[in-house]
Each structure stands twice: as C-alpha cells, then as structure tokens.
C-alpha cells in the first residue's frame, strides 16, 4: 500500500480536509449550526459534490502527472483508497477542531433541536450527539464513500497503452 500513498495523495488530502474545513465555516456563517439548524440536514449533503470533485481532481491529477499512459483500474482504485485512507485519518483531528474551535455548541444545538423536533428522545439525543460519535462516524463515511467513489472514478478514467 506504501507505493500508492504518494505525494499525490498527501497533497489531495490536504486539500480536501482544507475543503471540509472551509465548508464547514461556511454551514457556521450560515447558521445551520445554530439558529437555522434545521436547514442542516438538507445542506449538509452539498459537500458530497465538492468531496466527489476533489477525488476527480485527484484522479486526473494522479493519470496525467504520475501515470501518462497506463493507468490501470488497479492503480486507480488502489490510489484512491490510499487517499480515502488519509482523509479518513485527517478527519479525526479535523473533527476535534471543529467541534472544539470553530463551532463548539453544534452539538448542544443539534441535540435540542432533536428533542423539541420530536425527532428523538432526551434520551436518544443524549446517545447520538456525543463528540465521541462524531469523531468515529467521519472517518467511517469517508472510508465508505471513498471505497465507491475510487471505483466509480477508477473504472471510468482507466486508460491503457493499448492500440486500438
């Protein structure tokens, strides 16, 4: 796996954690972390489109800079998923930031307005908006959408130096 965790990778980690981390400034200044929160669950998902980009630019970045002419499936999925690794692992910290730093009520916002939502229970809020939770859950999404978004991209930019 060493040999598909390259400066590639590093560097489109970084920047796609950088990514998140201006995203979710954004969802703060918008107020979906505090008064507006009920809008957060609608627009949180919009970040999936900025994330599936980054892994786009990442792959073309990796085809045409490391792989001009064969860029098989093999090593397009492999890469991809050392580059899921790493964001998934930058997304542990990342959260703490986040959640210590630049939006530290989100949690005590989120889990009230679960409660007087009706959408859970005090004590199911209580179970589900821990930072411990949030801290596990990122990485586990990460992994799972990279997984498939590392197929998808793998399959779709292969090339070969094969004539046609």
Do not use: C
């Amino acid at each position: 796996m060493k040999k598909y965790i390259t400066k590639y990778e590093w560097r489109w980690a970084s920047i796609i954690t950088i990514l998140s981390l201006l995203w979710t400034a954004f969802e703060f200044e918008m107020g979906w972390h505090s008064h507006d929160i009920d809008s957060h669950k609608y627009f949180t998902f919009f970040f999936l489109f900025f994330l599936t980009l980054g892994y786009y630019l990442f792959f073309l970045d990796k085809r045409g800079n490391r792989f001009k002419k064969r860029f098989k499936f093999r090593h397009a999925f492999y890469s991809g998923l050392g580059l899921t690794v790493l964001i998934a692992l930058f997304s542990i910290p990342t959260q703490l930031f986040v959640h210590y730093f630049v939006t530290p009520d989100y949690l005590i916002n989120a889990k009230d307005y679960a409660i007087t939502s009706g959408e859970l229970t005090s004590q199911q809020a209580g179970k589900v908006f821990k930072l411990t939770n949030f801290v596990l859950f990122f990485p586990i999404v990460y992994i799972l959408y990279g997984i498939l978004i590392s197929a998808v991209f793998a399959s779709l930019l292969q090339r070969s130096n094969r004539k046609k």
